[in-house]
């Protein structure tokens, strides 16, 4: 049984940051790989970081050197922070898992579970 509750959402302005959180209740955590993704309204659903079981990162180029991903495997919670936030951020932003550890890429179909998302709205 996986679940994934997401939070840290608001609204921000343009040049602000946010750290999102990502709690997870699954057992060894530590073994998964887990994904940050977004969807904006009226487009799909796309990946934006993961982080492996080593703790091994990789960003989506339209994040890359904002987002920062981290992990806390005692508290099984995955981070994401986001600086310099800019409007095309704005979107419901979820945490996934494909229960691997390894990052399975962006395809959503590689990933299994979901968190119900937490929404990131940034104003220009």
């Known amino acids: 049984h996986v679940q994934f509750l997401e939070s840290g959402g608001g609204l ?32 799909e659903r796309e990946g934006i970081s993961c982080i ?10 339209s994040v890359t050197g904002r987002f920062t991903i981290s992990r806390d495997n005692v508290k099984k919670t995955v981070d994401l922070q986001m600086i310099s936030l800019k409007p095309d951020d704005t ?10 550890p390894t990052c399975a890429g962006w395809s959503l179909a590689h990933y299994d579970y979901w968190g119900l998302g937490t929404q990131v709205t940034v104003s220009s």
């Open 52 to 61: 492996n079981r080593w703790s091994k990162s990789n960003y989506a180029d």
């Open 91 to 100: 979107a419901m932003y979820y945490c996934a898992t494909n229960l691997q």
């Open 12 to 43: 921000v302005q343009s040049g602000g940051s946010l750290r999102l959180s990502c709690l997870a209740s699954v057992d060894t955590f530590d073994n998964h790989a887990i994904g940050w993704f977004r969807q904006a309204p009226g487009k």
